[in-house]
C-alpha cells in the first residue's frame, strides 16, 4: 500500500505558476512510476504527465508539454508537477498517483491522492 498526500494547489492568475507537491509513504516510492493526472468538473480524468523510477524517463500530454515539469525526489519520497504560463482551462483538481506500469491511461495506476484543488482565474 502507498499512501499520497498532494498538495500546492490554489488560485493563480492566467499566466502565474504554480508547484504541487506528492508526498508517499508506505512502500517504497521508488520501487514505481508517478504520474499526475487531472479532472475538470464535467469531464473525464486526463493524463498530464508520468515519470520513471528514476527519473530519467519523463512523458507528457501534448497540451503541457513546454508549460508543464514533472520530477522526483527520491530522497524525499515526494513527487513534484512545475506548472507555468497557466490558463484557466487548466483549471482542475490534480491528482497524483504510481504504479509499477508505466502508462498514460488512469487504469494503469493502482494507488492515488485524493487531489489538490488548482484554479486559473482569466
Known amino acids: 500500500q502507498v499512501q499520497l498526500v498532494e498538495s500546492g494547489g490554489g488560485l493563480v492568475q492566467a499566466g502565474g505558476s504554480l508547484r504541487l507537491s506528492c508526498a508517499a509513504s508506505?512502500?517504497?516510492?521508488?520501487?514505481?512510476?508517478m504520474a499526475w493526472f487531472r479532472q475538470a468538473p464535467g469531464k473525464e480524468r486526463e493524463f498530464v504527465a508520468t515519470?520513471?523510477?528514476?527519473?530519467?524517463?519523463?512523458y507528457y500530454a501534448d497540451s503541457m508539454k513546454g508549460r508543464f515539469t514533472i520530477s522526483r525526489d527520491n530522497a524525499k519520497n515526494t513527487g513534484y508537477l512545475q506548472m507555468n504560463s497557466l490558463r484557466p482551462e487548466d483549471t482542475a483538481i490534480y491528482y497524483c498517483a504510481t504504479s509499477d506500469r508505466v502508462g498514460s491511461t488512469a487504469r494503469d495506476y493502482l494507488y492515488w491522492g485524493q487531489g489538490t484543488q488548482v484554479t486559473v482565474s482569466s
Open positions: 515519470i520513471g523510477i528514476s527519473g530519467g524517463y519523463k
Open positions: 508506505g512502500r517504497t516510492f521508488t520501487r514505481y512510476n
